[in-house]
């Protein structure tokens, strides 16, 4: 059974910097695809960026240049360095996975969720 827990949420001024971990169990496959989301309240869940097991990688514009995501399968760990945060950053974050190669930021790309981490950034 393939369950996804994600860690490292917090609050951080405007400007700060958190990484967040997504541990990953259960995952019996050789190749994935995995991504982060996060959602407002109110708002559509939004993808940030995605990786694959071939190393490509893809991010949504409003991240790009801060955020980056990386796997450390080994460890069995995605993670999702976020720097100059700002107000608009503060959501629910969310690690996804999916049995395929893919570097779609869309919600039905991916079967496997978390449960989400907090991230609150004040001004």
């Known amino acids: 059974q393939v369950q996804l827990v994600e860690s490292g949420g917090d609050f951080v001024q405007t400007g700060g910097s958190l990484r967040l971990s997504c541990v990953v169990s259960?995952?019996?496959?050789?190749?994935?695809?995995m991504a982060w989301f996060r959602q407002a309240p109110g708002k559509e869940r939004e993808g940030l960026a995605a990786?694959?097991?071939?190393?490509?990688?893809n991010y949504a514009y409003s991240v790009t240049g801060r955020f980056t995501i990386s796997a450390d399968m080994a460890a069995n760990t995605l993670y999702l360095q976020m720097n100059a945060l700002k107000p608009e950053d503060t959501a629910m974050y969310y690690c996804?996975?999916?049995?395929?190669?893919?570097?779609?930021?869309?919600?039905?790309?991916?079967?496997?969720w978390g449960q989400g981490t907090q991230v609150i950034v004040s001004s």
């Open positions: 996804a996975a999916e049995v395929d190669k893919t570097t779609l930021l869309t919600t039905k790309a991916y079967t496997y």
């Open positions: 259960g995952w019996t496959y050789s190749y994935y695809s």
């Open positions: 990786i694959d097991s071939d190393g490509s990688i």
